[in-house]
């Protein structure tokens, strides 16, 4: 647990909360009967910083893999 709070404690913080709001956002588009474009730009959104998320957790505990081209 220690470990989550010394990522989050440094830039990783406000990366992750920018992904828990584009989560929401694409949540709440769904369930409001948002236009298909606009949910799937959403969710788009959504992706891109969970996987941003991720990768920066993962060079922080430095084990992010090679990057494949």
């Known amino acids: 647990m220690k470990r989550i709070s ?31 474009d606009e949910v799937e730009r959403l969710r788009l959104l959504a ?3 969970y996987r941003a998320v991720m990768k920066f957790q993962l060079l922080e505990a430095g084990s992010l893999p090679d990057p494949t081209h």
């Open 47 to 49: 992706d891109s910083l």
């Open 6 to 36: 010394e990522v989050m404690s440094k830039t990783g913080e406000p990366l992750m909360l920018e992904a828990l709001a584009a989560i929401k956002a694409y949540r709440d588009a769904q369930d409001g009967g948002a236009s298909p």
